[in-house]
T-cell receptor, first 112, second 113 residues
């Protein structure tokens, strides 16, 4: 079993839809949770960084962490074609970015 | 801020030759940098952790003699793929800690013919 599981998609939604992206994990030692966006042939770009359980909102993006269920989510409101990319969840035991474990990424396509 | 520059963005080399990839932190000092490898439709796999002024720490299964890492300064780490073979063809990405989370380079696509 992988430490971090993420549905690879692809996920296609119409423009304006609410997108829900999810990851599950098995290691209860993970404390820091991140979401990255990766465009084709580019490096990942950090979108959200959260510690422990709870919600964090930044513009159209909301990250949720439920440590009791070992489940994290990223919601994108009013999705735009420019949101089309691969979204990777990531997590680590400690902050300051030490060893980070990534999900496989979910490919999202927002259709105009 | 927290910009990481990686060079080259793509390289094609012949089997048996060596290739050097550079990773620079442009506006911050990075005592630690990380090198990843990414195959199509797969997650980023950590290859090694590069520490300024000391030897790199390699992940299990990564050949240290094949993937040479040098972190000579607080802003530069290099990965050299020695005696490259077609199976080394992949997307290599570096990253550096910028306090919270990490900043990634744009990756290097290596094709070994």
């Amino acid at each position: 079993q992988k430490e971090v599981e993420q549905d690879p998609g692809p996920l296609s939604v119409p423009e304006g839809a609410i997108v829900s992206l999810n990851c599950t994990y098995s290691n209860s030692a993970f404390q820091y949770f991140m979401w990255y966006r990766q465009y084709s042939r580019k490096g990942p770009e950090l979108l959200m960084y959260t510690y422990s359980s709870g919600n964090k909102e930044d513009g159209r993006f909301t990250a949720q962490v439920d440590k009791s269920s070992k489940y994290i989510s990223l919601f994108i409101r009013d999705s735009q074609p420019s949101d089309s990319a691969t979204y990777l969840c990531a997590m680590s035991r400690s902050g300051g970015y030490q060893k980070v474990t990534f999900g496989t990424g979910t490919k999202l396509q927002v259709i105009p | 801020g927290a910009v990481v520059s990686q060079h080259p963005s793509w390289v094609i080399c012949k089997s048996g030759t060596s290739v050097k990839i550079e990773c620079r932190s442009l506006d911050f000092q990075a005592t630690t940098m990380f090198w990843y490898r990414q195959f199509p439709k797969q997650s980023l796999m950590l290859m090694a952790t590069s520490n300024e002024g000391s030897k790199a720490t390699y992940e299990q299964g990564v050949e240290k003699d094949k993937f040479l890492i040098n972190h000579a300064s607080l802003t530069l780490s290099t990965l050299t793929v020695t005696s490259a073979h077609p199976e080394d063809s992949s997307f290599y990405i570096c990253s550096a800690s910028s306090g919270t989370g990490a900043s990634f380079g744009n990756g290097t696509r290596l094709t070994v013919t």
